[in-house]
């Protein structure tokens, strides 16, 4: 596609309930990355994708979160049994690798209530 | 571990003063620094990177690596240059980049 996709665009869900988070990144681009933006925080980087496999997940925070990528394509972000710090904008990039820089999709904002 | 401080969280200056945003890091290795922007209801975009030595839209930053410092400098401000503004890092190619907790730059007529 043009840019890197993400869905929902916003998401509110109840707390203990597991939500998904899809990112669609540009053709072609073999590096995909997980980060959470909230206020004050800043952008906290979550997990890094190489084509399917994910060399560094050590910025997840808990075990409640998980991610995948298949076909070297669409990644899924999962976050089970939500809390209400889980809310935040949940940012994906994707990258060519090398000395390419990421192209962020729009977000998914996330509202555990 | 490699760590990016951004020492302010608002700034404020008026239209066609220069403008300053403080970037500094800690990483022993060479890193490759950037800058992002994003502008209100829009997406995180790069604004620039020290290898590429550019001026984008006025703006420039020069690696200090005896400061250890990455600051992004513009001569004169624009209302459109309302923005929050992410310093961040990377090791090296493949790797992921670290971001600071960025600044909100306001630009006032």
């Known amino acids: 596609g043009a840019g890197v996709s993400q869905s929902p665009s916003n998401k509110v869900t109840e707390k203990g309930k597991d939500v998904e988070l899809r990112c669609d990144p540009i053709?072609?681009?073999?590096?995909l990355y997980w980060y959470r933006q909230s206020l004050g925080q800043g952008l906290e980087f979550l997990i890094y994708?190489?084509?399917?496999?994910?060399?560094?997940k050590s910025g997840l925070p808990s075990d409640r979160f998980s991610a995948e990528r298949t076909g070297g394509s669409v990644s899924t972000l999962t976050i089970q049994r939500t809390q209400q710090e889980d809310s935040a904008v949940y940012l994906c990039?994707?990258?060519?690798?090398?000395?390419?820089?990421?192209?962020f999709g729009s977000g998914t904002r996330l509202t555990v209530v | 571990a490699q760590r990016v401080t951004q020492p302010e969280k608002l700034l404020s200056v008026f239209k066609g003063a220069p403008v300053e945003l403080k970037c500094n890091y800690s990483?022993?290795?060479?890193?490759?620094l950037f800058w992002y922007v994003q502008y209100s209801r829009q997406r995180l975009q790069l604004l620039l990177r020290?290898?590429s030595r550019e001026s984008i839209k006025g703006f420039t930053a020069d690696l200090n690596k005896g400061e250890t410092s990455f600051h992004l400098k513009k001569p004169f401000a624009q209302e459109e240059d309302s923005a929050m503004y992410y310093c961040?890092?990377?090791?090296?190619?493949?790797?992921?980049?670290?971001f600071g907790k960025g600044t909100l730059l306001t630009v006032n007529p």
């Open positions: 961040a890092l990377r090791r090296g190619s493949n790797y992921k980049l670290t």
């Open positions: 990483y022993s290795g060479s890193p490759e």
């Open positions: 990039a994707s990258s060519k690798g090398g000395n390419y820089g990421y192209t």
């Open positions: 053709s072609g681009h073999t590096a």
């Open positions: 020290h290898i």
């Open positions: 994708f190489q084509g399917n496999s994910a060399p560094d």
